[in-house]
Structure formats: structure tokens, C-alpha cells
């Protein structure tokens, strides 16, 4: 579609500059926290020093928030403006708050200075970004555009979030490719975050559906949907406990596994009406979900002496 087919006002402006405001929503800030904490995860786990590597944190939380994570949402903003522009008309660039061509520059921008930042924090660290830049453009752009399928779309999304910034938590710190321990639970945790996607598509089912994007809620249906993404979020939780029972570590493994019953109790009533209750347990059940990831993390970093 050209740019002919934005709405009037971001025509209509074309040479404006957009205002920080704009800008600053655009690249949405409340997006960042799941991949900060993720980060912190990976932190921890490390087990390395924070008094004498607080620089090292700022930068890692700067790059997994702020950089990456908000590149990856002004990329979708760009490449979504004209769905935008009939279903959220009031967002920066369908409202013409971001007029022209400013979100892809932004996206650009952005894009090469996040991998500036993350080449200055180390070589795996630059590699991690490398592939989550990668995977933020794949998402959104075509010809792949991975959000349009229902599968590959959260296995990125859940990857990015969790995964790689668990991974780089940890390889910025220890400033080396993170253990075999460390990549394993980093994993995990990747996995069970395609549940986390899946119950969010239930807010735009009926858009997917008209779209033609074959989300999981609309190829499955809501209640198989949900039921798989219970599955999925609660299934690597239970091999995480066992990991970590054989570890050595069994204090921090049953604080998973209370958190862990306690999800399946929400999920329980999730099950009661899924469309209805998808929202409610992405602010419930979680929350739940990644104070899990925390507690593993401190198991491993307890193994390399302690984050402190």
C-alpha cells in the first residue's frame, strides 16, 4: 500500500517534525519492563558482583528497554500503520503525530543504536542483539512478517522477551557466553512465554480474524487456545523445578513450585471464560510467571556466590 493511503493528516505534514511526546509513545515504555526483568534475571543468575559492576547493569537495562525493546515497537508501529490507521487512528503515526516517513527513520535510528550500544558491552552481548534486531524486523516487516502467523509470531516475541534478555543479563556481566545452566533456564522460560503471547492475541481476535491473521485464539478457538497456552506456560515451569532439585538447589524449588500451583489455580478460572479472563490472568497468573524466573535466577547466581 503506498503512502498515498495514510490518513489526511499525516499527508498533510509531511515536513513536520514529530514532537518528543510523540516520539516517546511511540517507542511505548510500558512495553519495556518484561524484558528488563527478564535482563535482571539473567543478572543475577550470573552471580557476578553488582557493587563493582553497576555500569555494566545501567547499560544492560538501557539496551533491553530503551533500546531494543523500544525499536522493536516503533518497527511494528511503522509497518502496522495502515491497519492503524482504520482500527487505532488515535496512535502517533496514523495520527499524523509522527507524520511522514518518521516512524521508519525512528525505527532505523534506533536500530543502530541499540547495536552500538550493545557492541561496547561485549561480543555475545552484540550477537544477542544482532539476532533479537533481527527478529524485531522479521516480525513486522515483509516479506516474513511473522506476527501475521499464529505460531511463529509469539515463538519470536516470547524468545526476544525472555530468552535473549535473559541471555544477555548474563553475558554482560560475566562478559563471556553465559553456562550451559543458564542458556537451559533462559530457554525454558522462552517456551512458556509463547503461552504469555498467545492469551494476549485474545484481545484482537476479532481484527485478527478480519485481517486474516491466523492467530492461535482464532485458528484454535478461544477455549483450545487457552488451554494450550496454559500448557505451554505451565510445562516448562515443572522442568524447572526438577532442574533445579537436582542442582541443589530445593528451597528455590519449591518457591517455584508454589508459584507455579498457585498459576493453576488462576488458570482454573480462567478456563471459565477465556476471551473474557485472558486480560485479567495477564495481570494476575504472570506476574506469578516471572517472579519464578527470578527465583531461578538467584538459584544459579547462589552457585557462583551470590549477586550482591
Same mark, same amino acid.
Request: proline share 7%; net charge positive.
Given at each position: 500500500?503506498? @503512502? ?83 482500527? @487505532? ?72 522477551? @525472555? ?59 478461544? @477455549? ?85
Amino acid at each position: 500500500m503506498s @503512502e498515498l493511503a495514510l490518513p489526511n493528516i499525516a499527508r498533510s505534514t509531511p515536513h513536520r517534525f514529530p514532537k518528543a511526546s510523540a516520539v516517546l509513545e511511540l517507542l511505548k515504555p510500558i512495553t519495556w519492563f518484561p524484558p528488563m526483568w527478564a535482563f535482571m534475571c539473567g543478572v543475577v543468575s550470573s552471580g557476578a558482583p553488582l557493587k563493582t559492576r553497576w555500569p555494566l547493569l545501567v547499560a544492560g537495562m538501557i539496551l533491553a528497554g530503551p533500546a531494543i525493546c523500544a525499536t522493536s515497537q516503533a518497527v511494528n508501529d511503522w509497518f502496522d500503520r495502515h491497519v492503524d490507521a482504520i482500527n @487505532e487512528p488515535g496512535r502517533p503515526i496514523p495520527s499524523g503525530r509522527v507524520p511522514g516517513r518518521w516512524g521508519l527513520w525512528i525505527a532505523m535510528v534506533w536500530t543502530g543504536l541499540s547495536l552500538a550500544l550493545a557492541a561496547s558491552l561485549g561480543v555475545w552481548v552484540f550477537v544477542a542483539a544482532l539476532f533479537g534486531m533481527a527478529l524485531a524486523w522479521a516480525y513486522s516487516a515483509p516479506p516474513l512478517r511473522l506476527k501475521q502467523n499464529g505460531w511463529w509470531g509469539p515463538a519470536s516475541v516470547g524468545l526476544c522477551y @525472555e530468552g535473549l534478555a535473559w541471555f544477555t543479563g548474563a553475558a554482560v556481566m560475566d562478559q563471556t557466553f553465559p553456562g550451559a545452566r543458564v542458556v537451559t533456564l533462559a530457554g525454558l522460560y522462552s517456551f512458556g512465554a509463547i503461552g504469555i503471547m498467545i492469551l494476549n492475541d485474545f484481545k484482537a481476535i476479532e481484527g485478527d480474524r478480519e485481517m486474516g491473521i491466523l492467530s492461535v485464539p482464532v485458528d484454535l478457538g478461544a @477455549e483450545n487456545a487457552a488451554w494450550l497456552a496454559c500448557v505451554i506456560m505451565a510445562a516448562p515451569q515443572v522442568v524447572v523445578v526438577a532442574l533445579l532439585f537436582a542442582w541443589g538447589h530445593p528451597l528455590n524449588g519449591m518457591a517455584v513450585i508454589v508459584s507455579l500451583l498457585a498459576q493453576c489455580l488462576l488458570m482454573l478460572k480462567l478456563m471459565r471464560d477465556p476471551r473474557k479472563l485472558a486480560p485479567w490472568y495477564n495481570g494476575t497468573g504472570i506476574l506469578l510467571y516471572v517472579i519464578g524466573m527470578l527465583i531461578s535466577g538467584f538459584a544459579l547466581g547462589a552457585t557462583h556466590g551470590v549477586a550482591s
